[in-house]
């Protein structure tokens, strides 16, 4: 590195707060407020705190700002993104400016901070200590855990989280939330500590390499901190607030069959069988939610020199596609279904004859050397000119084959860092230990960053991007607003924890979900024999997991093969659903057991507990129905998705017992004083993918509904509440509409099965896939 540059390892900068006024406190103090939030700057010693104005006392002490300020001011602000706001503003005696800023519908303080060089060459800056700060929830830190990427801990055993770390009473689930609400240029990480009993949080952005040329400032990375009675809701409104500032849509998702797995075709799959299989996928299970076939590693060509072959601009002559990507691609396409291919965009082998006068194209350690990484090959210098013409062009090759979903693996090499598998909690991986880049002035996130800008201007915005995977290195989480979807753990058992390795992730992570990105916890297996095969009930649990958690549904069996009880679980789950689904037991279990989906979209609301027991003991959970998140004072009806039957109605509390790798599905629904509809056959989530309207008419004593009805895929109406309520309601007729009728559509109320007095089940079937409305007429 040249030696005229100033080398700064650690730069602290201040927190920001803004309010919609200004309090006067004394002399030395300045303090902003909004609807939720008070913050107070003590001028005198240069320390902040933070009050939520609803509970009093400040949950947020002893905030330091990494040093002295030579002047503090209260102004307005303006953020493009979140509106007018209040900031103590601060000028440091090094002539950098930092502030703590309130918005008032955001319920974060935000932490901003702006580096200056004064100096007369480059400046730069490998990290930044953005704020450290004392964390007090009334209880002794021994009884608060922590929850972040490390999963749950206790706070002096976290190893620090990327992105963000919530500390939380796991009685009361009342906890604070810090996370990086940017991280454009570096990479967020929150550390936590123990010291003489009082819980400590220190935020730091990492940045490798960010250079500041002479006289030039620097923003450094946004952090958010809050403080909640449910710290759950606060991690989904931290994770609200990345989505609003990075303007993130997410293209539509459907379920996704990957190669890799297979353990039929190999991990490629070939020509014949990918052809065969999108054609069986799309009659049997399109209209189920089925929409993507991906091909893995072992279709791309090159020879082997450090992981996978690097040849992506072409096939494998002698391959699984010899005859190219392009006709598999058609195939997959005709038979209605949308082609997907795994590829390592941004690393290439150094040692390949293909680059012997292209190394210049990759990024160097301080020896000279190419920047190698494990599996990964040779990071690629994504700020080369050469190497963006590479990518653009490549990018636009393989969509030219008919590819619109990209699975980019290995994407931590943009970063040019190193590989740390299986990586969850923090690790010091010497993050910058590379030659600045060709451009200087990009550090190592921003290049990463800038790469997969690249990809998507030359893919096209029809293109799904599926990154992978955190767990080669966390810092791949500064994808967010780039990706469709994310790996968010390692291969399956990689971590040896077997089927448990998905959900231990996806749930730490689950608030990201359908916010930021599809969470991706890797295919769930469902196959009765082979390598890997499993159980019924296990495959149960594994699919429902996904379905029930919202994440991103992929499978990797060889699906024409599957026994019928087998493909009948991939009907039932596959298909994703937008309701809300959270962990029950979040700061209790380090897997959480038992999952609360909820949803209100419609005048009814609709209620499924999913409870997942991982372990080969029995599993009894006990919870209030105010911990569940259901009302405690209403007794519930509950049908047993799995078991095909009615379970016992509870209130105040809710018991389930659980055997041993099994789970139990149940659709919980409020007792009225009329017949109301419980669930349905179709889909896990019991009427939440497939009721788009239900009424009751007291007057008419009817039941009606639409319901979305697969063809040939006979679907049932569970109804309870005919006895028990102080009525005794009798059906009179089941009918479906004049349309409906028309079409072959027919209902017909099922034989009563023994043991389930007060219930009711309507069969309809419909010859092919339509919107039934259907009525259902009762006597008292």
Same mark, same amino acid.
């Given at each position: 590195?040249?030696?005229?540059?100033?080398?700064?390892?650690?730069?602290?900068?201040?927190?920001?707060?803004?309010?919609?006024?200004?309090?006067?406190?004394?002399?030395?103090?300045?303090?902003?407020?909004?609807?939720?939030?008070?913050?107070?700057?003590?001028?005198?010693?240069?320390?902040?705190?933070?009050?939520?104005?609803?509970?009093?006392?400040?949950?947020?002490?002893?905030?330091?700002?990494?040093?002295?300020?030579?002047?503090?001011?209260?102004?307005?602000?303006?953020?493009?993104?979140?509106?007018?706001?209040?900031?103590?503003?601060?000028?440091?005696?090094?002539?950098?400016? /930092?502030? &703590?800023?309130?918005?008032?519908?955001?319920?974060?303080?935000?932490?901003?901070?702006?580096?200056?060089?004064?100096?007369?060459?480059?400046?730069?800056?490998?990290?930044?200590?953005?704020?450290?700060?004392?964390?007090?929830?009334?209880?002794?830190?021994?009884?608060?855990?922590?929850?972040?990427?490390?999963?749950?801990?206790?706070?002096?055993?976290?190893?620090?989280?990327?992105?963000?770390?919530?500390?939380?009473?796991?009685?009361?689930?009342?906890?604070?939330? /810090?996370?990086?609400?940017?991280? %454009?240029?570096?990479?967020?990480?929150?550390?936590?500590?123990?010291?003489?009993?009082?819980?400590?949080?220190?935020?730091?952005?990492?940045?490798?390499?960010?250079?500041?040329?002479?006289?030039?400032?620097?923003?450094?990375?946004?952090?958010?901190?809050?403080?909640?009675?449910?710290?759950?809701?606060? @991690?989904?409104?931290?994770?609200?607030?990345?989505?609003?500032? =990075? %303007?993130?849509?997410?293209?539509?998702?459907?379920?996704?069959?990957?190669?890799?797995?297979?353990? !039929?075709?190999?991990?490629?799959?070939?020509?014949?069988?990918?052809?065969? &299989?999108?054609?069986? /996928?799309?009659?049997?299970?399109?209209?189920?939610?089925?929409?993507?076939?991906?091909?893995?590693?072992?279709?791309?060509?090159?020879?082997?020199?450090?992981?996978?072959?690097?040849?992506?601009?072409?096939?494998?002559?002698?391959?699984?596609?010899?005859?190219?990507?392009?006709?598999?691609?058609?195939?997959? @396409?005709?038979?209605?279904?949308?082609?997907?291919?795994?590829?390592?965009?941004?690393?290439?082998?150094?040692?390949?004859? @293909?680059?012997?006068?292209?190394?210049?194209?990759?990024?160097?350690?301080?020896?000279?050397?190419? =920047?190698?990484?494990?599996?990964?090959?040779?990071?690629?210098?994504?700020?080369?000119?050469?190497?963006?013409?590479?990518?653009?062009?490549?990018?636009?090759?393989?969509?030219?084959?008919?590819?619109? =979903?990209?699975?980019?693996?290995?994407?931590?090499?943009?970063?040019?860092?190193?590989?740390?598998?299986?990586?969850?909690?923090?690790?010091?991986?010497?993050?910058?230990?590379?030659?600045?880049? =060709?451009?200087?002035?990009?550090?190592?996130?921003?290049?990463?960053?800038?790469?997969?800008?690249?990809?998507?201007?030359?893919?096209?915005?029809?293109?799904?991007?599926?990154?992978?995977?955190?767990?080669?290195?966390?810092?791949?989480?500064?994808?967010?607003?780039?990706?469709?979807?994310?790996?968010?753990?390692?291969?399956?058992?990689?971590?040896?924890?077997?089927?448990?390795?998905?959900?231990?992730?996806?749930?730490?992570?689950?608030?990201?979900?359908?916010?930021?990105?599809?969470?991706?916890?890797?295919?769930?297996?469902?196959?009765?024999?082979? @390598?890997?095969?499993?159980?019924?009930?296990?495959?149960?649990?594994d699919a429902s997991w996904v379905a029930i958690s919202g994440q991103f549904f992929l499978t990797s069996d060889w699906l024409p093969k599957l026994p019928a009880e087998r493909l009948e679980i991939l009907k039932r789950t596959m298909l994703s659903h937008s309701a809300t689904a959270r962990p029950v037991d979040y700061f209790d279990n380090a897997l959480p057991t038992t999952w609360l989906v909820t949803d209100t979209r419609l005048a009814v609301r609709r209620d499924v507990i999913g409870v997942f027991n991982q372990e080969a003991s029995e599993l009894n959970v006990d919870y209030s129905c105010a911990k569940l998140g259901l009302d405690p004072v209403k007794t519930y009806y509950v049908f047993d998705f799995w078991a095909n039957s009615p379970g016992p109605s509870f209130a105040g509390d809710f018991k389930c017992h659980v055997p041993p790798n099994s789970c139990r599905?149940?659709?919980?629904?409020?007792?009225?004083?009329?017949?109301?509809? !419980?669930?349905?056959?179709?889909?896990?989530?019991?009427?939440?993918?497939?009721?788009?309207?239900?009424?009751?008419?007291?007057?008419?004593?009817?039941?009606?509904?639409?319901?979305?009805?697969?063809?040939?895929?006979?679907?049932?109406?569970?109804?309870?509440?005919?006895?028990?309520?102080?009525?005794?309601?009798?059906?009179?007729?089941?009918?479906?509409?004049?349309?409906?009728?028309?079409?072959?559509?027919?209902?017909?109320?099922?034989?009563?099965?023994?043991?389930?007095?007060?219930? &009711?089940?309507?069969?309809? %079937?419909?010859?092919?896939?339509?919107?039934?409305?259907?009525?259902?007429?009762?006597?008292?």
């Open positions: 590195m040249n030696k005229t540059i100033h080398q700064v390892r650690t730069v602290t900068a201040l927190l920001a707060v803004f309010a919609t006024m200004s309090l006067a406190v004394n002399a030395s103090q300045l303090a902003i407020e909004n609807k939720s939030l008070s913050v107070t700057y003590d001028d005198a010693n240069g320390n902040f705190s933070v009050v939520e104005k609803a509970s009093g006392p400040a949950f947020l002490k002893d905030g330091k700002l990494g040093g002295s300020a030579v002047k503090a001011k209260v102004e307005g602000v303006r953020d493009p993104v979140f509106g007018s706001g209040r900031s103590i503003a601060l000028t440091l005696v090094d002539g950098s400016t /930092a502030s &703590l800023e309130l918005y008032e519908a955001l319920p974060f303080v935000l932490v901003r901070g702006k580096r200056h060089n004064h100096g007369s060459v480059p400046l730069e800056i490998s990290n930044a200590v953005t704020a450290t700060f004392t964390i007090d929830l009334g209880k002794p830190a021994g009884e608060l855990r922590t929850m972040g990427t490390a999963g749950l801990t206790a706070p002096d055993k976290n190893p620090g989280s990327y992105l963000f770390l919530t500390a939380a009473d796991p009685a009361t689930r009342r906890g604070v939330v /810090a996370g990086w609400l940017t991280e %454009d240029r570096g990479s967020g990480v929150v550390f936590s500590s123990v010291k003489d009993g009082s819980l400590e949080f220190k935020a730091r952005i990492d940045y490798g390499h960010l250079r500041i040329p002479a006289d030039a400032s620097a923003d450094l990375e946004t952090l958010a901190i809050g403080v909640f009675d449910d710290a759950r809701l606060g @991690e989904e409104q931290y994770a609200d607030a990345m989505k609003k500032q =990075y %303007d993130i849509k997410l293209r539509p998702r459907s379920a996704v069959y990957c190669t890799w797995y297979s353990n !039929v075709h190999g991990q490629a799959g070939d020509e014949t069988s990918t052809v065969e &299989l999108a054609q069986f /996928a799309a009659r049997e299970l399109k209209p189920f939610g089925f929409g993507v076939v991906q091909i893995d590693d072992e279709w791309q060509d090159s020879e082997k020199f450090n992981g996978p072959r690097r040849g992506f601009d072409r096939v494998r002559p002698d391959g699984p596609y010899a005859h190219g990507i392009a006709p598999v691609a058609a195939g997959v @396409e005709k038979a209605g279904l949308t082609f997907g291919l795994w590829w390592l965009p941004f690393a290439r082998n150094y040692q390949d004859p @293909e680059y012997k006068d292209r190394q210049d194209w990759f990024v160097k350690r301080p020896d000279g050397k190419p =920047y190698d990484t494990s599996w990964g090959g040779t990071c690629l210098d994504l700020t080369q000119p050469a190497v963006k013409a590479h990518l653009a062009t490549l990018a636009k090759t393989v969509r030219s084959w008919g590819v619109k =979903y990209y699975k980019m693996d290995g994407l931590w090499t943009g970063t040019a860092s190193e590989q740390i598998y299986v990586n969850d909690g923090y690790k010091d991986d010497h993050f910058g230990n590379n030659v600045p880049f =060709y451009d200087p002035l990009k550090s190592n996130i921003e290049a990463y960053r800038d790469g997969l800008k690249l990809i998507r201007r030359n893919a096209g915005d029809d293109v799904f991007f599926s990154g992978c995977c955190v767990a080669q290195n966390e810092r791949e989480l500064c994808a967010i607003g780039l990706v469709d979807s994310m790996r968010i753990g390692p291969d399956y058992n990689a971590d040896g924890l077997g089927n448990r390795t998905g959900p231990i992730r996806g749930s730490r992570l689950y608030f990201l979900n359908g916010r930021v990105w599809w969470n991706d916890p890797d295919p769930c297996i469902v196959r009765a024999s082979g @390598e890997a095969n499993v159980s019924l009930e296990q495959a149960r649990l599905i149940l659709a919980v629904r409020s007792a009225e004083d009329h017949p109301v509809l !419980v669930g349905t056959s179709r889909h896990v989530t019991q009427g939440m993918v497939d009721v788009t309207e239900e009424a009751w008419n007291g007057s008419r004593k009817i039941l009606s509904g639409v319901s979305q009805v697969i063809g040939n895929d006979p679907y049932e109406l569970r109804v309870a509440g005919l006895e028990g309520t102080g009525k005794k309601w009798k059906l009179v007729n089941a009918t479906v509409s004049v349309q409906d009728e028309a079409a072959g559509v027919t209902i017909l109320p099922a034989p009563a099965k023994a043991g389930e007095d007060g219930w &009711l089940r309507v069969r309809i %079937d419909a010859k092919a896939s339509r919107a039934v409305r259907w009525a259902l007429a009762f006597a008292d």
